[in-house]
């Protein structure tokens, strides 16, 4: 279980790269050997890996100093739901970290908040750390819900975990931003940050020490000044996490 920074410390930078469906045993071994060279790192580096690949990147990162994680889990702890993979099997990878609510999860799979808060509520049950994204369409952004759509995502988490929800990290991913070479400005993504934060401190009093990364379009030019932001905690990276070069770029710019 990652450790969280005591309230009213700094919160150390995370950054979590996201391969999506993507990568070969081969490829894999070739960009995990150029993250540990490029190492150590000051901030937290994790990777979370389609599910097969597990066994192959808990090997290679073992005392390596970053971390790995998967990119979903089952809402149910087991039984008969085929295909499904759950927490508690996840954990037997030695994942610190599991991405729930991904916008492709709830576009695709048609994944609503009550099914996202169930999967990080049994994420932490079995000592993994949820990593909840949160985001807004392009048509919400026009229509001026951005606070709204975010605010309901988060609560629906905050609802059933309680103060549960101090264990959580949260991604901001803007759905219009996610692969489409658009990012928010860093006052844009800090602004939405911000409000975040302030929601989480409506439920309890650790929301200080809550990290919230940023998840649209991060790039090796644009890091240093997104993670400069005071609520932004550091970057969920989709496709520069599979370019060894772009995504050492972007974990030195968390510092």
């Not at 759509?149 to 219009?176: H, I, K, N, T």
Request: hydrophobic share 45%; proline share 4%.
């Amino acid at each position: 279980m990652v450790s969280f920074s005591a309230p009213g410390a700094p919160r150390r930078k995370l950054v979590v790269g996201n391969w999506k469906m993507n990568g070969t045993r081969a490829t894999n071994t070739g960009l995990l050997e150029a993250l540990k060279s490029a190492g150590p790192w000051s901030s937290e580096i994790c990777v979370c890996v389609p599910t097969p690949f597990l066994a192959d990147v808990a090997a290679s990162l073992k005392e390596s100093g970053i971390a790995w994680g998967a990119q979903d889990c089952s809402g149910h702890r087991a039984g008969a739901y085929t295909g499904e993979v759950s927490a508690p099997m996840l954990s037997q990878f030695g994942c610190a970290h599991v991405l729930v609510g991904h916008s492709e999860r709830r576009a695709f799979h048609n994944e609503s908040d009550a099914v996202v808060a169930a999967k990080a509520e049994q994420a932490l049950a079995a000592g993994l750390v949820p990593i909840v994204c949160l985001g807004e369409t392009l048509e919400e952004r026009e229509a001026g819900r951005t606070a709204d759509v975010v605010r309901q995502q988060l609560e629906a988490v905050v609802d059933l975990l309680g103060e549960d929800v101090s264990s959580v990290v949260f991604a901001y991913e803007p759905v219009w931003a996610i692969g489409t070479g658009k990012t928010a400005s860093p006052e844009e993504a800090q602004a939405v940050h911000a409000h975040l934060r302030a929601t989480l401190f409506a439920s309890t009093p650790r929301a200080s020490a809550i990290r919230i990364v940023y998840g649209g379009s991060v790039k090796a030019d644009n890091a240093a000044q997104l993670f400069s932001q005071p609520d932004i905690d550091g970057g969920l990276i989709g496709g520069a996490s599979l370019k060894a070069v772009d995504f050492i770029a972007i974990c030195r710019a968390a510092g």
